[in-house]
Structures are given as structure tokens and as C-alpha cells.
């Protein structure tokens, strides 16, 4: 059984940088793919960015792409996800989640129900 615990959400203003950690303890052996999604107020979670875990290979949202990077520390079981240029519209709950399944493809894994486990989240708010 794998846990994550998330770190480093809270306040922060409109076109600053935010960074956002999680770490995974428990059964990482196992691990294939680890990813963030967010949780915008009153909106469904959706998919942020995920990386294969041995081999690095990451996957972003068309909405995340240019702002948002995806980095794991294979070592400490560490990943985190960057934030630059921050907008009220980030304001969201981000989940980090961990996949233990196989599936062939890194681009699975946007799909929430392709992860095994999930942190409980921390709050993003950002003001303008």
C-alpha cells in the first residue's frame, strides 16, 4: 500500500511561482506512473501533468504546458510540480496520485481512473 502526502499549496498571488511536492512512502517499488491533477471550485478534478516513474518521460495538459512542470525524484520518492506565472484561474485542490499499473502508454495516464492511489490534496488559492 502506497501513501502520498502533498505539501507547499496555500496563498499566493497572480504571476508568481508556486512549488508543489509530494511524497510517496510504502510499496514504491512498485510504482510505474505518478501524476497531479487539480480540483477547481465547484468544477470536476482534472488531469495536470503525469511522469513515468523509472523512466521520466512526462505528459501535460494543453492547459498545462509552458507554466507547469512535472519532475520525481526517483531516489527519495519525491515528485513535484512547478508553477510559474500563477493565475487566479490555478486556484484549485491538487491531488497527486500514483499509478502501479501497467498500461503500455504514458498518455493513459491523464485518466484518473488509471491511478491505484491519491494524496489528499492541498489548496492552491490565488489572488489577483
Known sequence: QVTLV???GGLVQAGGSLRL??????GTDSLLA???FRQPPG????FVA?????IGVR????????RFTIS???AKNTMVLGINNIAPEDTAVYFCAASA???GDLSVYTASRNYDYWGQGTQVTVSS
Open 6 to 8: 502533498e505539501s507547499g
Open 21 to 26: 511536492s509530494c511524497t510517496a512512502s510504502g
Open 34 to 36: 505518478v501524476g497531479w
Open 43 to 46: 468544477m470536476e478534478r482534472e
Open 50 to 54: 503525469a511522469i513515468g516513474w523509472i
Open 59 to 66: 505528459n501535460y495538459a494543453d492547459s498545462a504546458k509552458g
Open 72 to 74: 520525481r525524484d526517483y
Open 101 to 103: 499499473t501497467m498500461y
